[in-house]
């Protein structure tokens, strides 16, 4: 299995600052045929389902902020909140889907400083 | 809006099979677009892959599980279910059904029900 590996565990930002999270694989998730990254990330707020943000490592799903961005390539990706707001404190997880079992990251955890 | 909402029984004893249903609202699970997944999340824990389905019958599970899980469709219901057998209390979960777009194997879920907790205890 493909292992994920974000960091940091939790983060606290000020509002309006911004928060950056990296998560690691242990190969590589581009698939040189399309030059597609297998890379996505979510957001699970308290007492709920994940929701996607992004996928294929930097297209931003529908209705989602434009203040969340994602970029990296290959092992090595980052989601940015460009200027955090009270309703981002969640729980953020990278996965990938480039290789059977899809897998998670452990989970970084933003809060409000 | 396509939506998705997990049903079953919220407790289960052990050695005992956990049988879960996803009905699918605003959508159809044999649209060639779409395959249909189950995730797990233990209590305080990260997210873990079980399997999904597709229209066709196809389906594919996480090896960690495989021995033990069947994810199975029933079309005129619009429905798609997840049996799990011979539980522990390693397997007490909450239980989320999603979508995953794509007329090929995306992987990345894009809708997702509110979950389902399933404890396993005697």
């Known amino acids: 299995d493909i292992v994920m590996t974000q960091s940091p565990d939790s983060l606290t930002v000020s509002l309006g600052e911004r928060a950056t999270i990296n998560c690691k694989s242990s190969?590589?998730?581009?698939?040189?045929?399309?030059?597609?990254?297998?890379l996505a990330w979510y957001q699970q707020k308290l007492g709920q389902p994940p929701k996607l943000l992004i996928y294929?490592?930097?297209t931003r799903k529908a209705g989602v902020p434009e203040r969340f961005s994602g970029s990296g390539s290959g092992t090595d990706f980052t989601l940015t909140i460009s200027s955090l707001q009270a309703e981002d404190v969640a729980v953020y997880y990278c996965?990938?889907?480039?290789?059977?079992?899809?897998?998670f990251g452990g989970g970084t955890k933003v809060e409000i400083k | 809006q396509v939506q998705v909402q997990e049903s079953g029984p919220g407790l289960v004893k052990p050695s005992q099979t956990l049988s879960l249903t996803c009905t699918v609202s605003?959508?159809?699970?044999?649209?060639?677009?779409?395959?249909w997944s189950w995730i797990r999340q233990p209590p305080g824990k990260g997210l873990e892959w079980i399997g999904y389905?597709?229209?066709?019958?196809?389906?594919d599970y996480n090896p960690s599980l495989k021995s033990r899980v069947t994810i199975s469709g029933d079309t005129p219901k619009n429905q798609f279910s997840l049996k799990l057998r011979s539980v522990t209390a390693a397997d007490t979960a909450v239980y989320y059904c999603?979508?995953?777009?794509?007329?090929?194997?995306?992987?990345?879920?894009?809708?997702w029900g509110r979950g389902t907790t399933v404890t396993v205890s005697s």
């Open positions: 999603a979508r995953v777009p794509g007329d090929f194997w995306s992987g990345f879920m894009d809708v």
């Open positions: 389905m597709y229209n066709d019958g196809t389906t």
């Open positions: 294929w490592a930097s």
């Open positions: 996965q990938q889907y480039h290789s059977s079992p899809p897998t």
């Open positions: 190969q590589s998730v581009l698939f040189s045929s399309n030059s597609k990254n297998y």
């Open positions: 605003g959508g159809s699970i044999s649209s060639g677009d779409y395959y």
